[in-house]
Nanobody
Framework: QVQLVESGGGLVQPGGSLRLSCAAS????????MFWYRQAPGKERDLVASISSGGVLKRYADSVKGRFTISRDNAKNTVYLQMNSLKPEDTANYYC??????????WGQGTQVTVTS
């Protein structure tokens, strides 16, 4: 059965750090591009970062560039999002997405990140 399970969210002060993980199972993880999205209350779900199947190509939203780092460990079927210098506007539910280009897409259920003093 296909699963994407996010973890690592929580409450953190501005300027702090969190590392999110997304553990995948039930499909060929190493063949999929991976994405992190986030959605704040009353807002659209926006792309935060992406990483190619081999981990070479990475892209970031302007709002997080220089602060967040996406990575993956295909041996562990896991994608990560290291979040540094967190800001209150980073508060959102963060979702993992697996995507074969032109093919199958899977979503996780999200993990909450709250940045507040």
């Amino acid at each position: 059965q296909v699963q994407l399970v996010e973890s690592g969210g929580g409450l953190v002060q501005p300027g702090g750090s969190l590392r999110l993980s997304c553990a995948a199972s039930g499909f060929a993880f190493g063949s999929y591009h991976m994405f992190w999205y986030r959605q704040a209350p009353g807002k659209e779900r926006d792309l935060v970062a992406s990483i190619s199947s081999g981990g070479v190509l990475k892209r970031y939203a302007d709002s997080v560039k220089g602060r967040f780092t996406i990575s993956r460990d295909n041996a562990k079927n896991t994608v990560y999002l290291q979040m540094n210098s967190l800001k209150p506007e980073d508060t959102a539910n963060y979702y993992c997405r697996a995507d074969l280009s032109g093919g199958t897409v899977y979503w996780g259920q999200g993990t909450q990140v709250t940045v507040t003093s």
